[in-house]
């Protein structure tokens, strides 16, 4: 089975605090994703990766970064954490190519007093 | 608005019915996808159909797309208490790279 990881199940934060959710998939998929999940808004994009070191923006890129050092690992940082970015995050991972299924992790609930 | 939209937002069934949940979207499509998310499992890929393609079967799910009238239908038999959960319409546009567009959702619940 498909397995992705995510490094915490909920995260508190202060405002103005540099964040890191980490996210593992055990599956060799060339495909990183990363969504931030919002009550009557559905799932939205943020960054993608299709590759090591490569990433592409997504819808709401602002306040956000990214990084992907090993193919396994694709990891978001919230710069300077503001109350906004509470939220679900979901990580998920397909294989090469566009459009294919895609396999999620089981979400970080972060909250940012 | 969004590219994919759930109709109903929300539904209420007794197990043993049948679950019928719609979806339209208004730009040219790859494929769609419907994803099924409830607390146990997160969220999980259902089956995907092709633009070519006009139903399609996976266990006791049914799905049919009509890109005439940029519509999709996953029809859920037989349904269980474990298919409570949320289910989304979920679009890879044609153009749109390595970007899936979900929908809202619509919220199923099943009731013994």
């Known amino acids: 089975d498909v397995k992705v990881t995510q490094s915490s199940r909920y995260l508190v934060k202060r405002t103005g605090e540099k964040v890191f959710l980490e996210c593992v998939q055990d599956m060799d998929h060339e495909n990183m994703f990363w969504y931030r999940q919002d009550p009557g808004l559905g799932l939205r994009l943020i960054y993608f990766?299709?590759?090591?070191?490569?990433?592409e923006k997504g819808d709401i890129p602002e306040g956000y970064s990214v990084s992907r050092e090993k193919k396994e690992r694709f990891s978001l940082i919230l710069e300077s954490a503001s109350t906004n970015q509470t939220s679900m995050y979901l990580c998920?991972?397909?294989?090469?190519?566009?459009?294919?299924?895609?396999?999620f992790g089981p979400g970080t609930r972060l909250t940012v007093l | 608005s969004q590219q994919g939209e759930e109709d109903p937002q929300a539904l209420s069934i007794q197990e043993g019915e049948n679950a019928t949940m719609n979806c339209s979207y208004k730009?040219?499509?790859?494929?769609l996808q419907w994803y099924r998310q409830n607390s146990g499992r997160g969220l999980v890929h259902l089956i995907l159909?092709?633009?070519?393609?006009r139903e399609k079967h996976s266990g006791r799910l049914r799905v049919t797309l009509d890109t005439s009238k940029k519509s999709s239908s996953l029809l859920i038999t037989a349904s269980r208490a474990a298919d409570t959960a949320s289910y989304f319409c979920?679009?890879?546009?044609?153009?749109?790279?390595?970007?899936?567009?979900f929908g809202t959702g619509t919220q199923l619940k099943v009731e013994l």
């Open positions: 159909i092709r633009s070519n393609e």
């Open positions: 730009t040219s499509i790859n494929n």
């Open positions: 979920v679009t890879w546009l044609t153009g749109g790279g390595n970007k899936l567009t």
């Open positions: 998920a991972s397909s294989s090469m190519g566009q459009g294919n299924e895609q396999f």
């Open positions: 990766s299709y590759d090591v070191k490569m990433k």
